[in-house]
């Protein structure tokens, strides 16, 4: 039996790209990240589904997930690619579908694809989203 191993790609939600003042640079960090893991062996990298960093909203540079995911798809050779999840109320279920089949076709089938609930309800806010009670955000 053989166990695969992922890492987290920084992508600013964590507060993972604070001092890299420039987006474009920010990005270039986060391609290091995801081909260094590919270099060592990795199995997949993941990205976060958040629109502001925690553990409260700041300034500071937070890349959107899905153009991360289809961007680092086309940086990258053989690693898998997800999500730590996407949350179903962000998007259109359509859209989303459409989104995902994309990714995984510029990745040559690559994509891990969660869904989840969200839970961060500032973002849900933010975004002018409803953010209504657990059960329903998971239908």
Not at 2 to 25: C, F, H, K, N, S
Not at 50 to 71: D, G, K, L, M, R
Request: hydrophobic share 40%; charged share 20%.
């Amino acid at each position: 039996m053989t166990m695969d191993y992922g890492i987290v790609v920084p992508q600013g939600w964590r507060m993972d790209l604070v001092g890299i003042a420039d987006p474009a640079e920010a990005y270039e960090a986060m391609t290091r990240v995801a081909r260094e893991a590919e270099t060592l062996g990795f199995h997949s990298i993941w990205l976060y589904d958040h629109f502001h960093t925690v553990p409260v909203p700041t300034q500071e540079i937070t890349f959107e997930c899905w153009i991360s995911t289809a961007a680092l798809a086309r940086d990258t050779q053989r690693v898998r690619i997800g999500q730590i999840v996407t949350c179903n109320g962000y998007r259109n279920p359509a859209l989303l579908a459409k989104m995902a089949s994309t990714v995984d076709a510029l990745s040559h089938g690559r994509l891990n694809l969660g869904i989840g609930a969200g839970w961060y309800e500032h973002e849900y806010r933010a975004y002018g989203f409803p953010y209504p009670d657990t059960g329903e955000r998971l239908r």
